[in-house]
């Protein structure tokens, strides 16, 4: 029974490649309230909200800045510098997750 546990922990990290979101919501809302199953499918998550958060939020700011500015330049400026973040943000949370499921999924 341990070892179910500790694949749905890490195939809560690693499900960023095959179903982001969904499965650790699905392993949050399964589990029993108060596991590690639970609490690392909650942290699983979060941690794949939290791109999707971000992208929202850059392509508001670049909408933005393109209708209150009018300005292609300023605009093309600023999706380019938002974008290079954007994607630095989300190839370390992409790592990071595959890193935290291969650990959980090795130990």
């Known amino acids: 029974m341990m070892n179910e546990h500790k694949i749905l922990r890490g195939l809560s990290y690693i499900s960023v490649i095959f179903a982001p979101i969904i499965f650790p919501l699905i392993v949050w809302l399964v589990s029993d309230a108060g596991s590690a199953t639970r609490d690392t499918a909650k942290h ?6 939290i791109p999707t958060i971000l992208s929202i ?8 800045t393109g209708l209150l500015t009018g300005s292609s330049l300023i605009t093309s400026g600023v ?26 999924l090795a130990s």
């Open 44 to 49: 699983a998550l979060w941690l794949h909200i």
């Open 57 to 64: 939020g850059v392509f508001t700011i670049i909408g933005g």
């Open 79 to 104: 999706s380019g510098v938002l974008m290079i973040l954007l994607a630095i943000v989300d190839i370390f949370l992409v790592v990071y997750n595959l890193y935290r499921g291969i650990k959980l």
